[in-house]
């Protein structure tokens, strides 16, 4: 059973774009949402997470909002640059008892010079 | 530098052999954790341990096993018993949920 579901499975965005990345989760236990980029060959990075007690988080150009009532979170990235080219995950897990996280199945973001 | 690291980066295995993967961390996380990753795919729990000496099988422990002997240490021994071993690995150790990653081993059978 899939408990995170994420969305597209690929994106293309022209430089200076915005980017937008999809997840819906089941588990109302979870608590804690990350979303990590990795590139190929490498391990993920995390770049920013969320808590259900606030709706959004911002960190420089992404972005993270929250949707508890939909059970459903988004990573926005502004001014999209050919850097930011990897695939992203989200990612959910407890507070407490088993921390290991959740994945997303991932999104392969191009950006576009 | 405080990190995790995995080794070898790449390792070959030939059927029916046991092969064991390093993960050492100095960060002094209690938690650490190992993922498998196949391509265009999640990463998916194979074994996790909150604590030296306690390990928790995970979504997809079969053909694997681990050990946790060292705060700093947690190897993945891939077994023989495990149908389809290639793949990425990747090991993570946390402070509370924020989970870090090591660079991982590719891992491919002959």
């Known amino acids: 059973q899939q408990q995170v579901k994420q969305s597209p499975q690929s994106l293309i965005v022209q430089k200076g774009g915005i980017s937008i990345i999809n997840c819906a989760y089941e588990?109302?236990?979870?608590?804690?949402f990350p979303w990590y980029q990795q590139f190929p060959g490498k391990g993920p990075a995390l770049l920013i997470a969320?808590?259900?007690?606030?709706s959004e988080k911002k960190e420089g150009r992404f972005t993270i909002s929250f949707n508890k009532s939909a059970k459903q979170f988004s990573l926005h990235i502004m001014d999209s640059q050919p850097g930011d080219s990897a695939t992203y995950f989200c990612?959910?897990?407890?507070?407490?008892?088993?921390?290991?996280?959740?994945f997303g199945s991932g999104t392969r973001l191009q950006v576009q010079p | 530098d405080g990190g995790i690291t995995q080794s070898p980066k790449y390792l070959f295995r030939k059927e029916g052999q046991n092969v064991t993967l390093s993960c050492e961390q100095n960060l002094n996380h209690d938690a650490m954790y190992w993922y498998r990753q196949d391509p265009g795919q999640g990463l998916r729990l194979i074994y996790y341990s909150q604590i030296v000496n306690d390990f928790q099988k995970g979504d997809i422990a079969e053909g694997y096993s681990v050990s946790r002997e060292k705060k700093e240490s947690f190897p993945l021994t891939v077994t023989s018993a495990q149908k389809n071993p290639t793949a990425f690995y990747l090991c993570?150790?946390?402070?509370?949920?924020?989970?870090?990653f090591g660079p991982g081993t590719r891992l491919t059978v002959l």
């Open positions: 990612a959910a897990s407890k507070d407490t008892g088993r921390r290991a996280l959740t």
């Open positions: 993570a150790s946390s402070f509370y949920n924020e989970q870090f």
């Open positions: 588990n109302t236990a979870f608590d804690y």
């Open positions: 969320i808590r259900p007690d606030v």
